[in-house]
C-alpha cells in the first residue's frame, strides 16, 4: 500500500479499536501524575522522574507494537492482552531506548556542560515531541539546541525499525539496532515521506491546540480569576490546569497510538507481511 493508504489503515484501525489508545491514555495518565509528583519535589528528583518516563515509553511501545500487530492479522484484542504485551518485553525495550539516547544526552551535556540539564531537559527525554507542545521546540531548533532535536530525530528513526524488530521478531538488542540502521538505509524515501506526514499532522494538531485550545482556556481562567473567592496566582491543581491536561493527554493518547500504528503496518509492509 502507498502512504496514504497506510495512513487511512492506521486510522481505521484506531477508530475500531478503542483499546489501542485506552493503553496509550493510561500509560500517558500515570505518567502525567508522576511528573506532577516530581514537580513538588526536590529537584534531585528530576533523575526519578526521567526513569519513570523511560519505564513508561517502553511499556506503551510494546504494547502498541504487539496490538496494532495482532490487528493487523486479524485477531482481537482486548485491554488485558495490552498490558501483557507492554510487560512482555519491556526491559529488553528500555535498554533500547537508553542506548538509543546515549548520542542525545551526550549533545546535550556538552552543549550545556552539565549532567543534570541532561535529564532537566525535555529533549533527554522519550517522548519529546508531544503533539501538543511541538510548537515549544521550534525555538530550540532554531538555536544551538537544533543539534540536540536533529540527533534526537535521527535515533527515533532508528528505534522505529529497531523496537519493531525487538518486540515482533524477538530478537537481540544488537540485531534489532543493526535492523533498525538497515531498514532506515533501505527505506530512506519512505522514512521520509512518513515522517513529513506525520509532522505535518503534529503540527497542525499542535496550532489547533494553540489557537482554538488555548483562546478558550485562557477564557476560563480569566472567568475564574474575576470570581470573588480567587485571590493570588492561579494554584497548580486549578479548573483550568486540569481541563489542560485532560485534552493534552486525550490528543497526545490519540497521536501515540495513530503513529504506532501507521509505523508498525509499514514495518510490516517492509518484511512481506
Known sequence: MNRMQLLREAWAILKRNPTLWSVTLIT????????????LAPPEAVILRSVVAFVFAAFMTGALINLVNLIADGQPITLIEGVQAGLRRLLPLLALNVILFLPVWFAIFVLSGSIYTI???GLGQPGSFQATDVLSLMGAMLGAAGLVVAINAVTNLIGIGAERTLVLEGATIVTALKSGWQLLLSHA???LSIS???????LTL???FAFIVGPLLSGLATGFSQAPEATGPAPVFSPVNIVFILISLVVNSLYAAFASSVWTLAYRQWQGK
Open 28 to 39: 500517558l495518565a500515570i505518567d502525567a501524575v508522576v511528573s506532577w509528583l516530581v514537580i
Open 119 to 121: 535529564f532537566s531537559s
Open 189 to 191: 524515501r519512505e522514512y
Open 196 to 202: 513529513i506526514m506525520l509532522v505535518g499532522l503534529v
Open 206 to 208: 499542535s496550532l489547533a
